[in-house]
């Protein structure tokens, strides 16, 4: 069916498709009446059901319109028709920071040191607001006409919840990269923790080009993970694989928390270049 041109509960009109994830389409749309931007994200309630998808999301995003942040993609309001649910969510314009870093390669220390700062800046208010994200990735990571990053799918954690136990995060979503080794090893986890490990993957990710732990197989990724096996490629600094290491500490116990993140110099200050410009522009 054509969704482009319809009219969603008489105050959307639906635009082009954005993107498609595991639970469904997103399209843009723009509010009639106030003629504001919006992305709009559809899920099938069937599906939402089949997934256990109730309390909890009703819970979760009631604390979502709580929330309210530079770097989080606001969520405006959620609709239920019969058979479906729609997520109406601020529009982010500059699209996916995943597609920048693959169109360059990898990102310089100094560019990823600001989306770094950005994406812990909303992680800490979520945090500080017992929001949790459980599905942080580079592909939740969109970017604003401003190139600042804006993190998507902030409080709708239900979403990710299910989709571990459905198993479909193996499948639909392809990869656990992400995902700390106290997830994976299913002893139940701390969610801020959790979320702290998939900072330190996106950190990594951002700066290498690649992931930080690959391998053959499922297996073997899993295995590197509840190691903490990973190497740090050798343009890294040297105080930017000090934090890696902290961050993707497999212990969750002695894993560095994000106040202690942001007070390592690395977090404070950037790479030396990123200092030395900045000298270089005073002096100018
Ligand atoms: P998954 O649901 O499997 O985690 P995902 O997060 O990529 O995957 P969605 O959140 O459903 O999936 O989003 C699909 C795509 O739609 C995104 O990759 C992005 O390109 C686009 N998109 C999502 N939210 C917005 C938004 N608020 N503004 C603009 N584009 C968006």
Not at 141 to 150: A, G, H, Y
Not at 214 to 231: A, C, S, T, V
Not at 241 to 248: E, F, G, R, V
């Amino acid at each position: 069916m054509e969704t482009r041109g319809k009219i969603l509960m008489e105050r959307y009109e639906l635009g082009r498709l954005l993107g498609k994830g595991t639970f469904g389409k997103v399209h843009y749309a723009r509010n009639l009446e106030s003629n504001q931007s919006v992305a709009i994200k559809m899920m099938d309630k069937q599906q939402a059901l089949k997934v256990g998808l109730s309390e909890q999301i009703r819970r979760e995003i009631r604390t979502m319109r709580l929330v309210a942040h530079k770097n989080i993609v606001q969520l405006h309001e959620v609709m239920a028709t019969r058979n479906k649910i729609y997520f109406v969510m601020e529009y982010v314009k500059g699209g996916e920071l995943f597609e920048k870093v693959e169109k360059r390669g990898k990102l310089t220390e100094g560019v990823a040191h600001k989306y770094f700062q950005q994406l812990i800046s909303a992680v800490d208010y979520c945090h500080s607001r017992g929001v949790y994200h459980r599905d942080l990735k580079l592909e939740n990571l969109l970017l604003d006409e401003n190139e600042n990053l804006k993190v998507s799918d902030f409080g709708l954690s239900a979403l990710s919840e299910s989709k571990r136990q459905d198993g479909l995060l193996h499948t639909t979503c392809g990869t656990p990269a992400y995902v700390a080794p106290e997830v994976i090893s299913k002893i139940g986890y701390d969610g801020a923790k959790s979320d702290i490990w998939s900072c330190g993957v996106i950190l990594f990710v951002l700066v290498a080009g690649y992931l930080p732990f690959r391998g053959p197989n499922l297996m073997e990724m899993y295995r590197k993970i509840q190691h903490g096996e990973f190497r740090c490629p050798s343009w890294f600094s040297r105080k930017l694989q000090k934090l890696l290491y902290k961050i993707m500490d497999p212990n969750p116990n002695t894993r560095i928390s994000i106040q202690k993140i942001k007070e390592s110099t690395w977090f404070r200050k950037g790479p030396e270049e990123n200092r030395i410009l900045k000298e270089r522009d005073l002096n100018e």
